[in-house]
């Protein structure tokens, strides 16, 4: 997946959390639980662009891994949203498995750029 196809799904992740955040319940949970939500899954995309601005290796890794962290938040929202019977599993389950699949790409990643950068390699140990 090039740069060009995460930033266009990245970007209709955050479009579909906003639309599932405005359909929530009007109860102080939902509020409280839903504007977690609304931050951590605008973020993904938002640090996957500052990341495709990175200015060293060092800051592409932290900006990714950030994508990574907040993709996962925005799972652990929807997560207790259900669990709190603010939302229907089945209506957000495929939302859920992009957060996933994006944290997933952006570790991903992170591996790849470790691996081809000797600086970021995580030594082995010694016997």
């Given at each position: 997946m090039?740069?060009?196809d995460?930033k266009?799904?990245t970007?209709?992740?955050?479009l579909?959390?906003?639309?599932?955040?405005q359909?929530?319940p009007?109860?102080e949970?939902?509020?409280?639980?839903?504007?977690?939500?609304?931050?951590?899954?605008?973020?993904?995309?938002?640090?996957?662009?500052?990341?495709?601005?990175?200015?060293s290796?060092?800051?592409?890794?932290?900006?990714?891994g950030?994508v990574?962290?907040?993709?996962?938040?925005?799972?652990?929202?929807?997560?207790?949203?259900?669990e709190?019977?603010?939302?229907?599993?089945?209506?957000v389950?495929?939302?859920?498995?992009?957060a996933?699949?994006?944290?997933?790409i952006?570790?991903?990643?992170?591996?790849?750029?470790?691996k081809h950068?000797p600086?970021f390699?995580i030594?082995s140990?010694?016997?």
């Open positions: 090039d740069r060009d995460m266009a799904r970007k209709a992740f955050a579909a959390v906003i639309r599932l955040t359909a929530l009007r109860t949970t939902a509020r409280i639980i839903g504007r977690q939500l609304l931050r951590s899954g605008t973020s993904v995309g938002a640090n996957y662009r500052a990341a495709c601005l990175a200015r290796t060092a800051d592409f890794i932290s900006k990714l950030i990574a962290e907040e993709a996962d938040w925005s799972q652990y929202w929807m997560e207790l949203l259900i709190a019977k603010a939302l229907d599993h089945a209506a389950a495929s939302l859920m498995n992009e996933r699949e994006i944290a997933s952006a570790i991903a990643s992170v591996g790849t750029a470790r950068n600086k390699q030594p140990p010694k016997p």
